[in-house]
């Protein structure tokens, strides 16, 4: 399986903006869902399964996102907003602002039915986040 960062598609340009706390638009991400498409499309294309980490705000590009693949699923994180913008802050070395929490929060549509779905609960233990997504990868077999 290969494993995928979304944020590694980004252009340069876009991590300049995003540094400086200013989110992106809709048309700026959408060269991006393009660029993550396209390298799935070839994962696909080879036969070979992929694990992608996406912030997936926005249902459009997650139509597209997950059209590289006849099967998919996805894994939603929840977490305490108190801990997300902790964790942000502690990550020194990434680009995005711990700024753009707030508006990444209130820009992301709601997961519907398009793909199957595991929802985690970060203030699960570990252990039982195993046990949830191999419970929810039994399922998909």
């Known amino acids: 399986m290969l494993s995928i960062d979304a944020d590694s598609s980004h252009s340069d340009e876009a991590i300049a903006q995003m540094s400086q706390g200013i989110p992106l638009s809709d048309a700026q991400r959408a060269p991006w869902v ?9 994962h696909q294309s080879a036969n070979k399964s ?6 997936g705000l926005k249902q459009h590009h997650r139509e597209v996102i997950f059209s590289a693949y006849e099967n998919t699923a996805g894994v939603l994180l929840s ?9 942000l802050a502690q990550r020194t070395d990434h ?17 519907g039915t398009e793909i199957q ?16 997504f191999d419970q929810f990868m039994s399922l998909l077999k």
């Open 34 to 42: 393009e660029r993550i498409h396209s390298q799935l499309c070839q």
């Open 50 to 55: 992929s694990a992608l980490a996406y912030s």
């Open 79 to 87: 977490a305490d907003q108190k801990l997300i913008t902790g964790r």
């Open 95 to 111: 680009f995005m602002s711990p700024h753009l929490r707030s508006s990444q929060i209130a820009e992301m549509d709601p997961f």
């Open 117 to 132: 779905l595991l929802r985690l609960d970060t203030a699960d233990s570990v252990e039982q986040l195993l046990v949830q």
